[in-house]
């Protein structure tokens, strides 16, 4: 079974959050899966980059798990990838510390699946708007993973979001998950 690690990045998870609380709440009755809240963990934003680093090293699989703010990540997250991404750690000839791990995006949208294309409100694909994301990771020798997507969120009832957390749950413990290759 693949250690896997959650890096969960809502700006108000206790004070606010619907979907993403959800999440993490179904999340917590699983001892194998680490749940790192980076709000909580750093609220003054003071990023330990070593801790980071290490909490990467001891994990085979990588969970981003955000709500999606103006098409991109929230800040907090934005600042992680910068300061935990060194030169020589990450990528450059001799930054191989993340060769192999799998990451996955676990994004809660406002926007729904239909909003999210051509002719659509949000015009284009959420894999579109991910694209600097799926760039860093493969930069960094991973692994990336098909995305875990809540769309609509806002309008989901609890019970709707309950389902949608345990599904989520389920999918990022699949072992048979993998990156398609031609
Ligand atoms: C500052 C801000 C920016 C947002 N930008 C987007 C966006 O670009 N696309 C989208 O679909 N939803 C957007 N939303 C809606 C959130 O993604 C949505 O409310 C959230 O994923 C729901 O999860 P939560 O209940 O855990 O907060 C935005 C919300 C806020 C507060």
Redesign the pocket.
């Known amino acids: 079974m693949k250690k896997t690690l959650v890096i969960e990045a809502?700006p108000?998870?206790h004070d606010?959050?619907?979907?993403?609380?959800?999440?993490v709440e179904a999340l917590r009755s699983h001892s194998n899966i680490t749940v790192h809240s980076l709000y909580e963990v750093y609220p003054d934003w003071t990023i330990d980059t070593k801790d980071e680093q290490q909490l990467l090293l001891d994990h085979d699989r990588i969970v981003l798990q955000y709500?999606?703010?103006?098409?991109?990540v929230t800040p907090l997250l934005k600042k992680w990838f910068d300061d935990v991404l060194e030169y020589g750690w990450a990528y450059g000839s001799k930054g191989v510390q993340l060769q192999g791990k799998q990451f996955i995006l676990a994004?809660?949208?406002?926007?729904t699946l239909e909003?999210?294309q051509a002719g659509g409100s949000?015009w284009f694909s959420i894999s579109e708007y991910t694209k600097p994301l799926q760039a860093t990771i493969v930069r960094c020798r991973g692994t990336f993973l098909p995305s875990w997507i809540?769309?609509d969120?806002?309008q989901l009832t609890e019970k709707q979001l309950q389902i949608e957390a345990a599904a989520y749950v389920n999918y990022i413990q699949d072992q048979s998950l993998k990156a398609y290759k031609l």
């Open positions: 809502h108000h998870l606010g959050s619907r979907a993403n609380l959800c999440r709500p999606l703010y103006w098409y991109s994004i809660t949208a406002g926007g909003d999210y949000d809540t769309y969120a806002d």
